[in-house]
Nanobody, 126 residues
Framework: QVQLVESGGGLVQAGGSVRLSCAASGRTFSSYAMGWFRQAPGKEREFVAAINRIGASTYYADSVKGRFTISRDNAKNTVALQMNGLKPEDTAVYYC???????????????????WGQGTQVTVSS
């Protein structure tokens, strides 16, 4: 089992940058593919980015491709999401998640992930 804690959210102006971090407990972090999702008010949770268990493969939603970068440090049990060129439509609660299955891939569906963090708010002002 793994526990996930996100940090780094906040208020930023459009065009600015924010770096989110997710710290995982446990000794098997490298056994999980990791993902970031987000949920805006009144909307369903949506996929943002994923990275496989060793960080060799990444995948992004079209809406963030070229602006966001996912990375992981298995020695430190962390996964990060660097968000540049932020837009007001990026405003949401951002969640990190861990997937035990398909851990060599980049899972993109909510139901492929087994553990979730509590979320961190990112607000982009225009």
């Amino acid at each position: 089992q793994v526990q996930l804690v996100e940090s780094g959210g906040g208020l930023v102006q459009a065009g600015g940058s924010v770096r989110l971090s997710c710290a995982a407990s446990g000794r098997t972090f490298s056994s999980y593919a990791m993902g970031w999702f987000r949920q805006a008010p009144g909307k369903e949770r949506e996929f943002v980015a994923a990275i496989n268990r060793i960080g060799a493969s990444t995948y992004y939603a079209d809406s963030v491709k070229g602006r966001f970068t996912i990375s992981r440090d298995n020695a430190k049990n962390t996964v990060a999401l660097q968000m540049n060129g932020l837009k007001p439509e990026d405003t949401a609660v951002y969640y990190c998640a861990a997937a035990a299955r398909r851990n060599w891939g980049t899972p993109r569906s909510n139901n492929e992930y087994d553990y979730w963090g509590q979320g961190t708010q990112v607000t982009v002002s225009s």
